[in-house]
C-alpha cells in the first residue's frame, strides 16, 4: 500500500463509518478495500493493460458475468473509458482503472475476491491488502 493510500484508509477507518479490509475493528456499515486496477486485471490474463483499455473493460464484464453478475452498462460510458485522457502527453485510461476498479468493489461484494497476497496475518492487519478477483475468466483476446 502506498503512503497515500494508508493514509486515506487510515482516516476513513478513523471516522467510526467505515470497516476498513483486512484491518480489525470493523465499525461502521461502510466497507472499504483497496484495489489496484493492474493487478486485477493480471489476475484476469491481461499485464500490458494501459495500451488496452477495450480489453481491461470489456474483462471487467466478464469476470462479474463469470460470478453470475450482468452489468447494463450505457455504451457512452464504455466508449468514455476506452478514450478519456487526463491530458498528459500519453494516454493514462483513468476511467478504464476507475471502471475495472468497480467491477472489482461488486464481485468483492458478491464474494468473488481474494487478499492478492496470502502473507503474514500480523503484516496484513498491519498493512492492508489489495483485492482481486478469485473467478476465472476468458483469456484477453
Known amino acids: ?83 478519456y485522457n487526463s491530458g498528459g502527453r500519453t494516454p493514462d485510461h483513468d476511467a478504464a482503472d476507475a471502471f475495472v476498479s468497480l467491477c472489482a468493489a461488486i464481485l468483492h461484494a458478491e464474494g468473488a475476491c481474494r487478499a492478492a497476497v496470502d502473507g503474514d496475518p500480523f503484516l496484513k492487519e498491519r498493512e492492508g491488502a489489495v483485492w482481486v478477483p478469485s473467478i476465472a475468466c476468458s483469456p484477453p483476446v
Request: glycine share 10%; charged share 20%; proline share 5%.
Open 1 to 83: 500500500m502506498t503512503l497515500l493510500g494508508n493514509a486515506l484508509l487510515a482516516r476513513l477507518w478513523e471516522s467510526h463509518q467505515y470497516r476498513v479490509l483486512p484491518f480489525p475493528g470493523g465499525r461502521g456499515a461502510g466497507e472499504i478495500i483497496e484495489v489496484y486496477p493492474g493487478a486485477t486485471l493480471r489476475q484476469m490474463g491481461l499485464s500490458n493493460y494501459k495500451s488496452r483499455p477495450d480489453e481491461a473493460i470489456r474483462l471487467g464484464l466478464v469476470s462479474c458475468a463469470a460470478a453470475g453478475i450482468t452489468l447494463d452498462v450505457d455504451l457512452r460510458l464504455m466508449a468514455l473509458c476506452c478514450r
